[in-house]
């Protein structure tokens, strides 16, 4: 018999049982009226009985998790503009921006650490777009010549419920750049905890697209994140022990 699937708290936040997607995590596509479908389309590891779960509890307790999810937005808002003070955003049209790129990576190549990318189980569809975009005709040499590669959980020996923790850790040992919309930053084990907790000079960091719902409905967008990303690979050694970085 299918073990029943319910809410618990596990130092990260109220999550499902039988995985790490937490009620953080959905709230914002419930505050925006997305379909279950719709849901399922960018988490697809998640099915319609569990997002009903969590759908209840966020309706249970409407008024503080909207609150909260608005404070999570202008954390991020906040923190992607002094990354831009940080590393600002490549300047010129799109093939001009590209050739900046491209000499960077000529010139940095030889040196390169070489990295992969990791999908975090609440990010699934988003990494696939995200990639399909960085393997498009105008940035598929970057891809061919970084020796980029996607992978998964099970493929590094992570599983839907592993911690926090063990993924952070997983991601430094196997140098993974993780790719999460991971929102919790309540608990001991949270990733925001983990990081401020083990984050050193050498550290890769975590990347988050900043808004997803643009992401999802904005080509030009979408191009700036692969952009930013690739920007980010070429210059790996220069964003390690930054913790948390946002795209674009």
């Known amino acids: 018999m299918a073990e029943e699937v319910t809410l618990v ?3 990260r936040g109220i999550q499902l049982s039988n995985n790490r997607i937490t009620v953080a995590d959905l709230v914002p596509y419930f505050r925006h009226g997305c379909s279950y479908d719709e849901i399922m389309r960018w988490i697809p590891s998640l099915q319609p009985a569990e997002i009903a779960l969590v759908e209840a509890y966020y309706l249970d307790h409407k ?14 808002e906040e923190q992607a503009r002094l990354q831009r003070l940080r590393f600002p955003q490549l300047e010129g049209t799109p093939e001009e921006r590209r050739a900046q790129l491209w000499k960077r990576l000529q010139d940095k190549l030889a040196a390169q650490k070489m990295v992969r990318l990791l999908a975090d189980n609440d990010a699934v569809g988003y990494v696939e777009a995200l990639v399909q975009e960085m393997r ?9 010549s970084l020796g980029l590669t996607l992978v998964y959980f099970r493929e590094v020996g992570l599983t839907p419920a592993s911690s926090d923790r063990a993924i ?7 140098q993974l750049l993780l790719i999460t919309n991971n929102r919790n930053q ?25 808004d997803l719902g643009t992401f999802r409905t904005n080509r030009a967008y979408a191009e700036r994140v692969a952009e930013k990303l690739y920007e980010y690979v070429i210059d790996i050694e220069s964003v390690r022990g930054t913790g948390r970085l946002y795209l674009p």
């Open 9 to 11: 708290d596990r130092g």
């Open 63 to 76: 008024e503080e998790l909207d609150e909260r999810d608005r404070r999570i937005d202008e954390y991020r």
């Open 136 to 144: 498009s005709p105008r940035w598929t040499d970057f891809w061919a």
């Open 168 to 174: 952070w850790q997983t991601c430094q040992a196997e």
């Open 186 to 210: 309540d608990g001991p084990d949270s990733l925001e905890a983990t990081i401020r907790e083990l984050n050193g000079l050498d550290s890769l960091p975590v990347l988050t697209i900043s």
